[in-house]
Each structure stands twice: as C-alpha cells, then as structure tokens.
C-alpha cells in the first residue's frame, strides 16, 4: 500500500476477527465487517457483510519465516509459521485462476458453494516479495452468525506462460457475525 497516501482501513487485520494461512508460499488473509445499512433482519438476505481478501506471495521472504511467537504478516498477526513445499523456492511469481467459496449459516446450518473464474473480474499476478493484491466483495445470510472457506487455484508463472501445475491455495475459515452492539 505504499506511495497510495493515506487511508483508514476499518477490516480487522488481527486473530480472532482476521485469519490467514499460507499454502506454498501465498498468504491469504480475510476478515469481514457487518453491513447493518444494508441488512434488513428479514428473508433470505437479511444480514449482509463486506468481506476483505487479501493475497501475497511470500515463498522466499525469509523475514516471514518464525517460530518466535505473533509474526505481522502483510498487516496481519499470527503465530503460525508459513509452510513451504520442496518446490516454492522456485516460485517467483503466480496467477490467481479461479475461486471456491464454501458460506455457511451456523445458525441453520444451510451451506452454500461459489464457484468461478478469477475475483472481482481479475486474474491477480502475485510477485515473490512484492505487493499484495487486496479486494472486497459482499455476501448476505438469513441470519445473523455465519463462516466463509475455501480455496483459490493458482497456476505457478502465468496463466499464458505456466512454469509447473496449478496448485490450490486454502482460505481459513473466518466469521461473519452481526456484532452485539452497532456503532
């Protein structure tokens, strides 16, 4: 986010409200926030939320890479150390191909699957130690309690110009929940 100005950013960036996970070297990290101007408490979208996603690759970066406890990742905190396979130090850059969502009411228990090609409309090209690709979408449930998961599949190189076979990227599981009290 360097050389963009100055922002506020409202999405949680820490555990419990944050979560993220690395799979080969790309860190995922989520977080939600409640929509209560959007949400109406009533029918199948009565409760709504923003959801932040954000994507780097840090197969190399060896500052990622401690068992000393909380580490900040891109924002992020966690004390979970990335885990890399055998051929990530090669991966110099990946192409995000496509997506698999899981959304799930927890107070109902009705589970939902989304299934597509890029985010947003994009393929994002993720660069071993260079920026994060970070987007927001929406998503609603019939009640107030809820979790997201999944995964991405990303091709190593590029889509046009692939350097191995894709490989899938898991999202940890993150609440979206209708907060006790509205600011």
């Given at each position: 986010?360097?050389?963009?100005?100055n922002f506020i950013c409202t999405f949680p960036m820490k555990p419990p409200a944050a979560t993220s996970a690395?799979?080969?070297g790309v860190r995922i990290t989520c977080s939600a926030i409640?929509?209560?101007?959007?949400?109406?408490g009533r029918g199948t979208h009565a409760f709504n939320w923003t959801y932040s996603i954000r994507m780097r690759l840090i197969a190399n970066d060896k500052s990622y890479n401690s068992n000393d406890g909380d580490i900040e990742?891109?924002?992020a905190w966690t004390n979970e150390s990335p885990i890399y396979h055998e051929n990530d130090k090669k991966l110099i850059k990946c192409q995000l191909k496509s997506r698999h969502w899981i959304i799930r009411d927890l107070e109902t228990g009705e589970k939902s699957e989304v299934r597509?090609?890029?985010?947003?409309?994009e393929y994002p090209i993720l660069i071993n130690g260079g920026e994060s690709f970070i987007y927001q979408s929406c998503t609603s449930l019939a009640s107030p309690r809820g979790e997201m998961y999944?995964?991405?599949?990303f091709i190593?190189?590029?889509i046009d110009s692939p350097t191995g076979e894709s490989f899938i990227v898991q999202i940890e599981p993150f609440t979206i929940q209708k907060p006790?009290?509205?600011y």
């Open positions: 986010l360097e050389g963009i100005g690395t799979t080969r409640y929509l209560p101007e959007a949400s109406s990742i891109d924002g597509g090609e890029a985010v947003i409309g999944g995964d991405f599949t190593p190189g590029t006790d009290y509205i």
